[in-house]
């Protein structure tokens, strides 16, 4: 057993054969994670002291951030005691994950290629979540993972976008089999993707793709709650204008910067990356949290550029939508 130690003076033993993240799951130790299959970047995290070992191939840091000792708490075990450069969630409570069935209420086609799918529970079920969190669907033996794009009240349905992926098992559910009243199974909350209780003048979102699906589920709660002092802005990137197919959500009024990296003679709005519109539009961002969701290609972009550009490493929090293969 070897000693980790957190930066806010928090510790716990890890079995050399486990993970750290798995460890301190177990020592009821939340750090953040996500798919908690090495297959995302939710839970990196920078190793100041001690020698680890990744338990599968790595394929996910770059080698520089190799260099600066960074790693996935859910793919490394210990060599030594441990120092991270990393606090846990504190007094955040966590929802235990738990198997409800659930049935379709509704399907409806934005595109061709996205759905918007609403699901029941039964009456009086107790599924309580962080908004940002997410679920794995389980139909027969096909189980994938999906954010929670709502703020349900109590007894309304929960909402998830569902983009179709060529060859993809579950998407030929989804977009071919799929009807109303089908039985499926949700297990969860899963993820620490969800607003920080962190003193700042502005909270950036950023997404990609159907990455808007948590970010609209916290924006509702926090519009529920009234109580939002904040700047709040919402770069929403996409290959083209088809595939942004919201036009408002609360609180961002006309903070929300819709960029196309495909665009057509018809698009007057912004072209590019979001995080590089993100700094045309806000200069200093020492005063910012920024939480991203989307492919680990923009969420890996954006944290090496905002952090060279004055954003705090602590101050960026994201959630990666990878491939279930």
């Known amino acids: 057993m070897f000693k980790v130690s957190l ?8 079995d050399a054969d486990k993970s750290i993240l798995e460890s301190a799951i177990e020592s009821k130790i939340v750090l953040e994670h996500s798919c908690k299959t090495a297959r995302c970047r939710s839970c990196l995290v920078r190793v100041n002291q001690g020698e680890t070992e990744d338990i599968f191939q790595d394929n996910i840091l770059s080698n520089e951030e190799k260099r600066q000792g960074y790693v996935l708490s859910c793919n490394v075990k210990p060599l030594s005691d441990l120092m991270l450069d ?61 954010s929670i794009a709502n703020n349900p009240k109590s007894g309304e349905y929960l909402e998830f976008l569902i983009k179709n992926y060529p060859n993809g098992v579950m998407s ?10 089908d039985v499926l ?8 993707f969800f607003l920080r209780n962190k003193p700042c003048k502005t909270i950036i979102f950023l997404a990609t793709g159907t990455g808007i699906a948590p970010i609209k589920s916290i924006l509702e709660k926090m519009a529920s709650e009234g109580t939002n002092n904040n700047e709040v802005l919402l770069f ?42 993100l700094l045309t539009v806000k200069k200093d961002l020492s005063d910012c949290v920024v939480f991203a969701c989307g492919s680990n290609e923009m969420i890996a972009s954006s944290r090496e550029l905002l952090i060279n550009k004055g954003l705090k490493e602590a101050d960026f ?8 293969n």
Do not use: C
Request: avoid cysteine.
């Open 317 to 324: 929090f994201s959630d990666a939508f990878v491939s279930s």
């Open 236 to 277: 929403w990137g996409g290959r083209n204008a088809k595939s942004l197919f919201i036009d408002s959500l609360p609180l961002i009024g006309n903070n929300f910067y819709k960029v196309v990296s495909r665009p057509n003679e018809n698009w007057k709005g912004h072209i590019g990356y979001i995080q590089d519109t």
């Open 7 to 14: 930066k806010n003076g928090k510790s716990f033993l890890s």
């Open 86 to 146: 990393i606090e846990d969630l504190g007094n955040v409570l966590l929802s235990r994950a738990k198997t409800f069935p659930a049935k379709i209420q509704e399907i409806n086609h934005i595109t061709e290629d996205l759905i918007d799918i609403k699901l029941r529970l039964p009456p009086n079920t107790d599924f309580n979540f962080l908004p940002g969190q997410y679920v794995n669907i389980v139909k027969g033996s096909m189980r994938r993972s999906y």
């Open 185 to 192: 199974r949700l297990h969860g909350p899963q993820g620490t």
């Open 172 to 181: 030929n559910y989804w977009f071919n089999e799929a009807k109303k009243n």
